[in-house]
């Protein structure tokens, strides 16, 4: 069945980084645009990044560009987020969201917490 | 990019309608049709259940649909059923390849 797992969350200090992956499975990973999306606890969902399906074109949230940056391997079906300069507000579950080619965020992964915290 | 505008909640009893609103600007909503309606349950992934304004993805049931009017996107349940308590947010492409998602709203079923 088609899926996405995310990993890599954790607790990381003020200014320190973070690498998120997600594994996707079940569809054809490198014909389809990704996405990051987050939500900072009992708050609402934020988009992030986005990364078109042949890797090459990338969009940021103006709240982490510069800081974060997108990347995929589409021959190991791999969706990566690395972050640095984390800040307490860049704490948050992420999700890991395929496009559906036509602007929205059809398959969601379970999503993988960070804390930012000394 | 400036978040989309929900009421924080909405409710309804079984099998009433509710209608959930979503408004933006000419630069999001108003500028494309590509508004589209997230379900989360408590601890649970958002689940897409409409796209581009009114269209339900495979599984959504047809007591689900959307519609837009200039600036401002509405999702309407109808035929409340208890396992449609959730919060819901509406999201929109909004130009240069961007996107914004509304604060969500906590649907209750009386």
């Known amino acids: 069945q088609v899926q996405l797992v995310e990993s890599g969350g954790g607790v990381v200090q003020p200014g320190g980084s973070l690498r998120l992956s997600c594994a996707a499975s079940g569809f054809t990973f490198s014909s389809y645009g990704m996405h990051w999306v987050r939500q900072a606890p009992g708050k609402g969902l934020e988009w992030v990044t986005f990364?078109?399906?042949?890797?090459?074109?990338?969009y940021y949230a103006g709240s982490v560009k510069g800081r974060f940056t997108i990347s995929r391997d589409n021959s190991k079906k791999t969706l990566y987020l690395q972050m640095s300069s984390l800040r307490a507000e860049d704490a948050a579950v992420y999700y890991c969201v395929k496009d559906n080619s036509v602007w929205a965020f059809d398959i969601w992964g379970q999503g993988t917490m960070v804390t930012v915290s000394s | 990019q400036s978040a989309l505008t929900q009421p924080p909640s909405a409710s309804g009893s079984p099998g009433q309608s509710v209608t959930i609103s979503c408004t933006g600007t000419s630069s999001d909503i108003g500028g494309y049709n590509y508004v589209s309606w997230y379900q989360q349950h408590p601890g649970k992934a958002p689940k897409l259940m409409i796209y581009e304004v009114s269209q339900r993805p495979s599984g959504v049931p047809d007591r689900f649909s959307g519609s837009k009017s200039g600036n401002t996107a509405s999702l309407t349940v109808s035929g409340l059923q208890a396992e449609d308590e959730a919060d819901y947010y509406c999201s929109s492409y909004a130009g240069s390849t961007n996107w914004v998602f509304g604060g969500g709203t906590k649907l209750t079923v009386l």
């Open positions: 990364i078109r399906n042949h890797g090459k074109d990338k």
